[in-house]
Nanobody
């Protein structure tokens, strides 16, 4: 399993960025893929997750209404559209996969578990 995160960069507060997580090495039909982030000096936190089983999406409260997760099964890619960015969204963002879906997305937004496969991080910096 390989996950390649991309799309990070610098944005102004109120702006937008779109992260992508390209997956390979497994059949893209039974998975939960989540986005996590870690800011300097802070613990890693789950941000959002999508399940292939019913398309359910999950978000941590701090990003609800601003971030949207989606999947493109044909391209084996999961996107995280981040709108109305805030300086507190600044962090390294990681995508991770639960393949096959075993733990489920609930562990992402509750930080009660870890997915088994991780990509490298992509830096998101939001200036005020």
């Amino acid at each position: 399993v390989q996950l390649q995160a991309s799309g990070g960069g610098l944005a102004q507060a109120g702006g937008s960025l779109r992260l992508s997580c390209a997956a390979s090495g497994f059949t893209f039909d039974d998975y939960a893929i989540g986005w996590f982030r870690q800011a300097p000096g802070k613990e890693r936190e789950g941000v959002s997750c999508i399940s292939s089983r019913d398309g359910s999406t999950y978000y941590v409260d701090s990003v609800k209404g601003r971030f949207t997760i989606s999947s493109d099964n044909a391209k084996k890619t999961v996107h995280l559209q981040m709108n109305s960015l805030k300086p507190e969204d600044t962090a390294v963002y990681y995508c991770a996969a639960d393949i096959p879906e075993t733990l489920g997305c609930i562990v992402v937004v509750t930080n009660l578990g870890d997915f088994g496969s991780w990509g490298q991080g992509t830096q998101v910096t939001v200036s005020s």
